[in-house]
């Protein structure tokens, strides 16, 4: 009786996990969702510069988590398909996902930890070289890039501001940022730093999902090849007469 009450609490813990981790997809779909659509991120991707370096990153980090959250929807689905019909086949498949899923967690943490300063000097390589070729040629195309680029981040130039400079933020700045707007290297800095934060709540999160979903998927797996899943016991047949 007691072996039962455990495996029944097991089991439900295996079915809220595989909901968990199909929720877990479907956030980090969103995440990639906004990302690609929010004004800060579009004002940058739509910059035609060479060597944009933000492009490329923005991209594999799109179809990265487009990726992932599918892998996550699947994994839940065949762990919780796993359970409901007691069959190692789906829990084997849906813990070799899950195994995948936290190698790629733990590589795209690593990514996070160290490469975060990438994704800030390619949004500022880009502004500087607006902001340069705006300040030499005063060009149209590089005003209406630095105007944008003003407005998605709330900011107006760069921390030190000279004279030589100043046309620059007069013309490029709107109204409203020109005297209260702060530099755009803070502006960035911080814009990055609050969806990094975001990021990593949803990764750590992602990680406790799989790592708990690995071991209950495999603890269901060998209960079911023993023989000891739960209230069946063995195969019921009809007996003829």
């Not at 295996?14 to 991120?41: C, E, H, P, Q, Y």
């Not at 599918?70 to 086949?89: H, P, T």
């Not at 013309?171 to 702060?182: D, E, H, K, M, N």
Request: positive net charge; glycine residues 8%; charged residues 15%.
């Amino acid at each position: 009786m007691q072996r039962q009450v455990w495996m029944r609490m097991i089991k439900i813990h295996l079915l809220l996990n595989s909901l968990l981790v199909m929720i877990l997809g479907v956030a980090v779909i969103v995440m990639a969702l906004w990302t690609g659509r929010d004004a800060r991120f579009t004002a940058v991707r739509s910059i035609t510069v060479e060597n944009n370096n933000y492009t490329t990153i923005h991209s594999a980090v799109l179809y990265t988590a487009l990726a992932l959250s599918a892998f996550l929807v699947v994994a839940g689905v065949l762990c919780a398909s796993g359970l409901i019909r007691e069959s190692e086949r789906l829990l084997a498949a849906g813990f070799i996902i899950l195994a995948l899923l936290f190698c790629v967690a733990v590589q795209l943490g690593y990514w996070m930890f160290t490469r975060v300063g990438e994704v800030e000097g390619a949004v500022m390589d880009v502004y500087d070289f607006l902001y340069h070729d705006f300040l030499r040629n005063q060009s149209d195309s590089a005003g209406q890039h630095l105007t944008a680029f003003h407005t998605a981040f709330s900011c107006c130039g760069k921390h030190s501001r000279s004279p030589l400079t100043g046309p620059v933020e007069s013309i490029t700045c709107p109204a409203g940022l020109r005297a209260t707007g702060q530099g755009c290297l803070l502006a960035v800095s911080a814009s990055l730093q609050k969806h990094m934060d975001w990021c990593w709540a949803l990764l750590l999160l992602m990680m406790a999902a799989v790592v708990s979903g690995m071991i209950l998927t495999s603890f269901l797996f060998f209960s079911i090849r023993l023989g000891v899943s739960g209230e069946r016991q063995g195969k019921y047949t009809l007996a003829g007469r």
